[in-house]
Nanobody, 114 residues
Framework: QVQLVESGGGLVQAGGSLRLSCAAS????????MGWYRRAPGKQRELVAT???????NYADSVKGRFTISRDNAKNTVYLQMNSLKPEDTAVYYC????????WGQGTQVTVSL
């Protein structure tokens, strides 16, 4: 199994940047894809970004051009660089690993103030 731990969340002013990290308990080299999802209070979980093992990245329309997903296989870590943050980006962000099974982290809170 894969255990995922997110970090890097916090409070940031609108227009600012934040970098989230997701550390996996074992190598992510063989994982088909890694991703980030988010859930705002009272809303459903939504896809933010995914990254396949071959390096193909996909983003939700709402974050395209602002967020970048990347990975460091040597560190078993996937990142989400978030720039030009908006208040509507406020949510709990969850790391996801897709292989034979799907794994989720516990989430990290991101709050964007006006």
């Amino acid at each position: 199994q894969v255990q995922l731990v997110e970090s890097g969340g916090g409070l940031v002013q609108a227009g600012g940047s934040l970098r989230l990290s997701c550390a996996a308990s074992r190598s992510i080299f063989g994982i088909n894809s890694m991703g980030w999802y988010r859930r705002a209070p009272g809303k459903q979980r939504e896809l933010v970004a995914t990254l396949t093992a071959s390096g193909d990245a996909n983003y939700a329309d709402s974050v395209k051009g602002r967020f970048t997903i990347s990975r460091d296989n040597a560190k078993n870590t996937v990142y989400l660089q978030m720039n030009s943050l908006k208040p509507e980006d406020t949510a709990v962000y969850y790391c996801n690993a897709q292989g034979i099974l799907i794994y989720w982290g516990q989430g990290t809170q991101v709050t964007v103030s006006l």
